[in-house]
C-alpha cells in the first residue's frame, strides 16, 4: 500500500525554482531516513537527495549539489525537496520514499512507488 503521495511538480523555465512536497500518509516517518528520486524519460530512477531521520544529516548527488535542499518535518510528516536554479535536464518525474539509511552511495527505497510529480524545466 502507497503511502507517500508528492506534489509540487510543474513547467518551470530555465533558472526556475520549484518546492516539491511528500506528505507520508504512515505512522513511522520520524523514524526512517527519507530520499527524493527522479526517473527522466528513457532513463533509470535515480537517487537525487538523502536526509537522516533526525534531520542529522543531508547529502546529494552532485549535479544537484548547492541547487537542491532537502529538508523535512517530522511534526508533518513532510518531506520537502527545494529545487533552484533549475535546468532542462532535471526534467523528470520526482518520487520520494523511506531509505534503508541516509548514506547516498548505497541508500534504497523501502516502499512503494507513489504517482510522483512532474517536473518539466524548458530552456
Known amino acids: 500500500q502507497v503511502q507517500l503521495e508528492e506534489s509540487g511538480g510543474g513547467l518551470v523555465h530555465s533558472g526556475g525554482s520549484l518546492r516539491l512536497s511528500c506528505v507520508d500518509y504512515g505512522q513511522t516517518f520520524s523514524a526512517y531516513s527519507m530520499g527524493w528520486f527522479r526517473q527522466a524519460p528513457g532513463k533509470e530512477r535515480e537517487i537525487v537527495a538523502a536526509?537522516?531521520?533526525?534531520?542529522?544529516?543531508?547529502s546529494y548527488i552532485d549535479s544537484v549539489q548547492g541547487r537542491f535542499t532537502i529538508s523535512r518535518d517530522n511534526t508533518k510528516k513532510t518531506l520537502y525537496l527545494q529545487m533552484n536554479s533549475l535546468k532542462p535536464e532535471d526534467t523528470a518525474v520526482y518520487y520520494c520514499n523511506r531509505l534503508d539509511s541516509s548514506y547516498l552511495p548505497t541508500a534504497e527505497a523501502l516502499d512503494a512507488w507513489g504517482q510522483g510529480t512532474l517536473v518539466t524545466v524548458s530552456s
Open positions: 536526509i537522516g531521520w533526525s534531520d542529522d544529516r543531508r
